[in-house]
């Protein structure tokens, strides 16, 4: 059992930067494929990024690449979002996700945070 706890969203103006974090339960963290999700009002569930356990391989949806970053420090259970020049289309709820695979749909993962609010205004 993994538990996910994401921090780090806020209101911030367009252009801004916001760094979300998602601290993990449990030792074995590094065999975990992590994911960053996102759900905006009235849209389903987007994958935004994932990276794998060794933290060597990261993979970004189009409309992110360039902007955002995910790392991840396994000596401190931890995976980041560094979210840079932010537009107001990023202004969604912003879930991080544990999973075996190395996968882009919501079902490739086990676990889930509950999620942090990202908001980006104009």
């Known amino acids: 059992q993994v538990q996910l706890v994401e921090s780090g969203g806020g209101l911030v103006q367009a252009g801004g930067s916001l760094r979300l974090s998602c601290a993990a339960s449990?030792?074995?963290?590094?065999?975990?494929?992590m994911g960053w999700f996102r759900q905006a009002p009235g849209k389903e569930r987007e994958f935004v990024g994932r990276?794998?356990?060794?933290?060597?391989?990261?993979r970004y949806i189009d409309s992110v690449k360039g902007r955002f970053t995910i790392s991840r420090d396994n000596a401190k259970n931890t995976v980041y979002l560094q979210m840079n020049s932010l537009k107001p289309e990023d202004t969604a709820l912003y879930y991080c996700?544990?999973?075996?695979?190395?996968?882009?749909?919501?079902?490739?993962?086990?676990?889930w945070g509950q999620g942090t609010q990202v908001t980006v205004s104009s």
């Open positions: 990276i794998s356990g060794d933290g060597v391989y990261t």
């Open positions: 449990g030792r074995t963290f590094s065999t975990y494929v």
């Open positions: 996700a544990a999973g075996r695979i190395t996968g882009i749909l919501p079902g490739d993962y086990d676990y």
